[in-house]
């Protein structure tokens, strides 16, 4: 067996597994990357070919200096996910140009394998994840071209086998799946920084929410249990802004209070799931009030659901919202303080006009109304496109330009409530989604992206109230794009080619059972971690603990083993053996009363010289060769139990003979 | 068919005296439609079994006798030009028969050796371009005389190949000569003898005999058999394929005799040292054919189960 | 080390005994996972921390698959070897310090076992597959040093096929036996002849081409060259020229007519009986208590080597 040598199966296979394994990574990787796998697989071709030399000692330490130089100036450090990943595919290249022998070959696998799992971090979508088995087949063939004797195999069956041997292991993966007792993070590890970009931030001028309003990717899915509410009511709530310095909103003091305030349930529960893409911030998305049953999340001081770590893979969590709640119906004195926070200056027409609203109108509740009719009554547009305003950002829109986007009307509410003395903040969030109802649930985009405002009533708490509504009710009752027909063409790719599709029937059908399935993939898949697996396997089988389910797992596993063995080794074909085994037997009782069968000596005549030997018990030893020649020579079928009883009078006969002897 | 069978063995056996285990696998290799090569010496009643069987079985008999001199055409037949019709015309040899007697086959050169065995083996005989069938049964018996002579020509190992069986028999125990002496002569008694059989029910039974039954097991045995020829090292050459079929051929042929429609090992083990014997030879025995004491091993230690 | 490798030897000869065929089954075969295999494991329990500290269900998949895949691996590296027949083959006799090559044929039943290994010790192993329902042969290479019966250890036979990750391995005793024949020492041999005078020991042995011994009738098969053409002319018939070979005296090669130390004795003897043989001449060999002969011809040189090889050896086996 030479070891030195790599079979060419082996190499086609890893410069086949080198391209599957990068492809996915390359949306991620420097582009210097890219050059020096083309320069390195060329090389290593030529070697092939024996145009080429092995790389020189010096060579190699320098493309290792290279690279490491290079990874640092890409981001910024050598340390982080990105960095590391880029580390270990340039790794991965580089071993493969300089690998001689079998175990340099294996090293190269090894790290395709790992470079593999890696990139499930950046993307885990469903066709990701089957894309993914085709650099795992690639791989194990090439580990499969290292074992066989053959220096020129033919790729192929290789490659077959290999499937041959994944399929064989996909029960056993299933039961490992589900099984698999999943625990917590163990340590913090860094993530990656280039998902995740996109989605509310933490603060906001009024220009992000509607450039965010252009892109149409998802955001989250909610799947209801019950009946899906009316799309005008799904205000999902993300963060709130309380704070304002003139020009930009952002997050206030009570939306960093760890606990959350007073509010008694009423009416009636909505239940539901959602699965949410990685948004890289901590905050998630629920309708008001939700209460989380897995404690994924915390209920924060203004009423917003914040995780510890930021969101970076698909997250699956259950959510019970009561719309109808009341909510902190006293208002502590920092709270009160915080809702009615304003800039000292700017801003001077709106806040007289606040304060001549809280002059004519008596109570709150009549100044929200006041204002509301104002924003439906005045020529006030709807438009992605708000031209720019001067220093008084609030001034301009209320009574200049009187075009602009949700946060405008939103911060705009905010402003004069605070300035008439109503405490409020804004809202920012997504609102409605689009219907799938294949499977009872909704999608969530970025272009639902929204803000509206909420304001405090003594008794009754924070109220909810969208101004946007009053200018443009289609955008709640159906959406963004039918809200600004003609502008369409701020919208980015991804949003268009979701307008295009909605307009041919079929496609859109198609179009949302793709979303189907990939939601199924995130909810099933993606999203089944600790609670998720308890909760399904309390499902299944009642209460359990990790112990029984430990000895559950490695149960299903032997079992799925054994079934495995049997279908692998087929030991059913061998009934013909019995036959044998019996003779055997025979003999073993002859042999204990000194008749020994010679090596060469054939079954009848032993069988004849047998019962010469013991010729009280010829007619049973006659019975048996007889019994066993007619099933093993003369076409009788197999009848292990007939043999079996022939046997067993031989040996009972004996034993009788034997004691008898004993006696004398 | 069996009883026919068995009355056929007494009568031969009432000529051969003491020969029984001979006779038996003399009519085995007649029935597994195999050809037999008699090695002995002169004087041992080869010509008296040949005859006997003949006529017991109902063959048309010939005997060729042959010597240095003789040519194919003596054996094949040859055309002669015949005035009244102004043809050729065809006139068989001594091998159109049933059951040819070749005798003392070795003296012959081995061009008139070879005409014999080629239609031994094809069934058919071809001259002056015409195709002739022999007849159907048939079958030869070659004697050769197994003592250094001057002047003979051993047969080849791939002629010998072509013979199922090779059987010695071997000098009379002392009663049975004793019983030949007192006896008449055994010519007569071979006057009157009267067949058992004719070729049609010859055929039957041959047809018969194809149709016992080779369980998966007793085929295992005799490829194990063949293996050992092939790999172990006392062995000069391995038994070749044709070898195994004429093994099993024989041993149906053995198994029906004994009154089975299934063959066991023990039938294997029966005409293993005539049919094999030939076809082996021992690597430290690099002249002859000494097939024996490799048969012997054979029966010793390969496993028949 | 010494005692343990007597022990599994003795374990080994109860499980997998001597014989010439052994079919590879379950009581035989043994199974560890390889260097590589361990490494993998390593490999998996990396992606494994990677899936739970970035919560990631695909990696945590992909580990499962890969562990799956090791699982199954075990069955098939298994299942390689099992069923598998070895059967060892004809050795010829050597010279000692030659080498000699015993092959083991290697036989499947039903499925192709691909890349089988054997070999002696697991560094020198010989690779090789076989075909379904087919078989192919290994040659392997044994020094030897002694004369006598030269006996190797048990042969390893191990396969890591398909993924390399286990090995299964089985350690079988073929019962391969070597004759080794004594390492021929050149040297004079004591002129002793056999027999009393020259004349009487020469003797006719058969056809040959020495020695004219008349005219006999021509038959057919004769060489053409050899017809006597003038007795034709004179209308004798065809007569051809007889030739026999003559024997020289015999040889008596003896042991005890030699000195020095037994082994170069049996050496110098070996040697002494190649030479007569090639020169076709009959001898006779006289060991101790035995006598073999006179004699000439392969047949007879083999035996008195054997006899050679196998001198003051207890009677272990039959002569092969």
């Not at chain 1, 405490?423 to 639902?448: F, H, I, K, M, T």
């Not at chain 1, 054939?602 to 019994?627: D, K, N, S, T, W």
């Not at chain 2, 080629?118 to 002739?132: D, L, N, S, Y």
């Not at chain 3, 075909?131 to 036979?157: M, T």
Request: positive net charge; charged residues 20%; aromatic residues 8%.
């Amino acid at each position: 067996m030479s070891l030195l040598t790599i079979p060419r199966e082996t190499l086609v296979w890893l410069m086949v597994a080198q391209v599957l394994v990068i492809l996915p990574h390359l949306a991620h990787l420097p582009l210097w990357i890219v050059a020096l796998w083309l320069g390195c697989g060329l090389w290593r071709v030529r070697i092939y070919r024996m145009q080429a030399s092995y790389p020189p000692g010096w060579l190699k330490g320098l493309a290792m200096l290279v690279v490491g130089a290079g990874v640092y100036l890409s981001h910024d450090g050598l340390v982080g996910l990105d960095a590391g990943v880029t580390l270990l595919i340039a790794a991965f290249i580089l071993k493969l140009v300089e690998m001689r022998s079998r175990r340099d070959a294996v090293v190269v696998i090894f790290l395709g394998f790992f470079a593999v799992a890696t990139s499930y971090l950046f993307e885990d979508g469903l066709l990701a994840g089957l894309f993914s088995l085709l650099p795992i087949l690639a791989l194990l063939a090439a580990m499969i071209g290292l074992q066989q004797s053959r220096l020129f195999g033919r790729p192929w069956p290789a490659v077959r086998l290999a499937g041959g041997l994944l399929l064989q292991a996909v029960p056993l993966m299933l039961v490992l799946f589900v099984f698999f007792p999943r625990v917590g993070p163990l340590w913090s590890l860094p993530q990656a920084q280039t998902r995740g970009t996109t989605g509310l931030a933490e603060e906001m001028a009024p220009g992000d929410i509607a450039e965010l309003s252009q892109s149409g990717e998802l955001a989250f899915r909610a799947s209801f249990s019950g009946e899906l509410p009316p799309r005008a009511a799904l205000y999902w709530r993300a963060l709130t802004f309380e704070q304002f310095d003139g020009r930009r909103w952002a997050r206030g003091p009570s939306s960093h209070v760890m606990r959350a305030p007073a509010w008694t349930p009423q009416g009636a529960p909505l239940d539901y799931s959602v699965v949410m893409q990685p948004s890289g911030q901590p905050w998630l998305f629920a309708l008001d009030v939700p209460e989380l049953p897995g404690g994924e999340a915390q209920l924060m001081g203004d009423f917003h659901l914040q995780r510890s770590r930021p969101v970076e893979a698909a997250l699956m969590y259950r959510v019970r919202s009561w719309p109808a709640a009341v909510r902190q119906p006293r208002l502590p004195q920092s709270v009160a303080r915080a809702g009615l926070q304003l800039p000292a200056q700017g801003n001077p027409r709106s806040r007289a006009w606040a304060a001549e609203l809280k002059a004519t109108h008596p109570t709150p509740q009549a100044v929200v109304e006041a204002l509301l009719r104002h924003f439906n009554q005045a020529p006030y547009v709807y438009t992605l496109k708000p031209p720019p305003v001067g220093e008084d950002i609030v001034d301009g829109f209320l009574f200049d330009t009187r075009r602009g986007f949700c946060i405008h009307y939103a911060g705009a509410m905010t402003f004069v409530l605070r300035a008439a003395g109503i405490p409020s903040r804004v809202v920012v969030g997504y609102q409605g989604g689009e219907l799938n109802e294949a499977g009872n649930y909704v999608s969530v985009r970025q272009l639902d992206a929204h803000a509206w405002v909420e304001y405090w009533l003594a008794g009754r708490g924070w109220v909810r109230v969208d101004p946007t509504f009053q200018v443009a009710p289609e955008r709640i009752e159906q959406g963004l794009v039918e809200a600004v027909p003609e502008e369409r063409a701020l919208f980015d790719d991804s949003a268009i080619a979701l307008l295009r599709y909605r307009d041919i029937g079929w496609l859109n059908d198609l179009r949302l059972k793709w979303e189907g399935i990939n939601y199924g993939w995130q909810r099933w898949v993606l999203g089944y971690q600790g609670d998720e697996q308890l909760a399904l396997i309390q499902r299944w089988f009642g209460s359990v603990d990790y112990r029984a389910l430990g000895a559950g797992v490695v149960g299903a596993l032997a079992i799925g083993m054994a079934v495995l063995a049997l279908v692998l080794f087929k030991p059913w074909r061998n009934v013909r053996d019995r036959q044998r085994e019996g003779y055997a037997r025979f003999e073993q009782a002859l042999a204990r009363h000194g008749v020994r069968r010679q090596p060469g000596e054939g079954p009848r005549a032993f069988g004849e010289r047998a019962a010469q030997r013991l010729p009280e018990r010829a007619e049973a030893i006659l019975a048996f060769v007889r019994q066993y020649e007619a099933q093993r020579y003369a076409g009788q079928t197999a009848d292990s139990v007939a043999l079996d009883r022939a046997l067993r009078r031989v040996c009972r006969q004996l034993r009788w003979r034997a004691a008898r002897s004993r006696g004398e | 068919m069996l009883s026919e069978l068995e009355a056929c063995l007494t009568r031969i056996n009432a000529v051969l005296l003491g020969k029984e285990a001979q006779v038996r696998l003399a009519v085995t290799c007649l029935l597994a439609r195999g050809h037999l090569l008699l090695e002995d010496l002169p004087g041992m009643g080869k010509t008296t079994l040949s005859h006997t069987l003949a006529r017991v079985m109902g063959l048309a008999f010939q005997r060729i006798q042959f010597t240095s001199d003789l040519l194919p055409g003596d054996i094949l037949g040859t055309s002669v030009f015949d005035r009244d019709s102004g043809r050729f015309v065809f006139h068989p040899g001594p091998i159109f028969a049933e059951l040819v007697l070749a005798d003392e086959i070795n003296r012959a050169t081995p061009k008139s050796q070879s005409a014999l065995l080629e239609a031994m083996e094809e069934g058919q005989v071809t001259i002056e371009g015409a195709t002739r069938p022999l007849p159907d049964p048939f079958f030869v018996i070659a004697t050769q005389n197994p003592a250094n002579q001057g002047g003979t020509f051993a047969l080849p190992e791939s002629q010998l190949d072509r013979f199922l069986m090779r059987l010695s028999l071997g000098y009379p125990a002392r009663e049975a000569e004793k019983a030949l002496l007192m006896g008449g002569t055994r010519r007569d008694a071979l006057a009157h003898i009267e067949p058992l059989l004719d070729h049609t029910r010859l055929h039957e039974i041959q047809a018969e005999v194809a149709r016992v039954r080779v369980s998966d097991a007793l085929a295992d045995y005799v490829l194990r058999l063949v293996e050992a020829t092939r790999t172990q090292p006392q062995f000069a050459w391995g038994l070749s394929p044709r070898g195994s079929l004429a093994l099993l051929a024989a041993a149906r042929a053995w198994a029906f005799l004994d009154g089975r429609d299934y063959v066991i090992p023990e039938d294997v083990q029966a005409v293993l040292p005539a049919v094999v014997g030939h076809r082996l030879r021992e690597r430290a025995d690099p002249t002859g054919l000494g097939g024996g004491t490799l048969v012997q091993w054979l029966l010793r230690e390969v496993p028949p189960l | 080390m010494s005692r343990f490798s007597r022990h599994r030897d003795r374990w080994l000869d109860k499980r997998i005994p001597r014989a010439k065929s052994v079919v590879l089954s379950q009581r035989s075969i043994f199974i560890l996972p390889t260097r590589m295999g361990v490494a993998f494991l390593i490999v998996l329990g990396l992606i494994l921390l990677a899936a739970i500290n970035y919560q990631n269900s695909l990696a945590y998949a992909m580990c499962f698959l890969l562990g799956s895949v090791y699982a199954v691996a075990i069955l098939h590296t298994w299942r390689n070897l099992a069923g598998l027949r070895l059967q060892s083959g004809r050795t010829h006799p050597i010279f000692a310090g030659e080498q000699a090559h015993p092959w083991v044929r290697l036989e499947s039943r039903s499925r192709a076992h691909q890349a089988v290994a054997l070999g002696w010790q697991r560094a020198a192993m010989t690779l090789d597959d076989v075909p379904a329902r087919g078989a192919c042969e290994i040659e392997l290479a044994l020094q030897s040093e002694r004369r006598g019966w030269l006996r190797p250890e048990r042969l390893r036979v191990e396969s890591r096929f398909p993924l390399g990750l286990f090995v299964a391995w089985s350690w079988v005793d073929l019962d391969i036996a070597v004759l080794v024949y004594p390492r021929p020492l050149e040297g004079e041999a004591p002129t002793v002849q056999g027999g009393e005078g020259d004349e009487e020991g020469a003797r006719v042995v058969g056809v040959g081409a020495d020695d004219y011994r008349g005219l006999v009738a021509w038959q057919r098969g004769d060489s053409l060259q050899r017809l006597h053409w003038k007795a034709y002319s004179r209308g004798r018939g065809l007569l051809v020229k007889d030739f026999a070979a003559l024997a020289g005296s015999d040889l008596l090669l003896s042991f005890d007519a030699l000195g020095g130390d037994p082994e170069a004795r049996l050496s110098l003897l070996c040697h002494l009986v190649l030479a007569a043989s090639d020169a076709q001449q009959r001898f006779t060999l006289q060991l101790p208590g035995r006598t073999l002969g006179p004699g000439e011809g392969a047949e007879h040189q083999e035996r008195c080597l054997q006899a050679l090889a196998l001198h003051g050896a207890p009677a272990e086996r039959a002569a092969a």
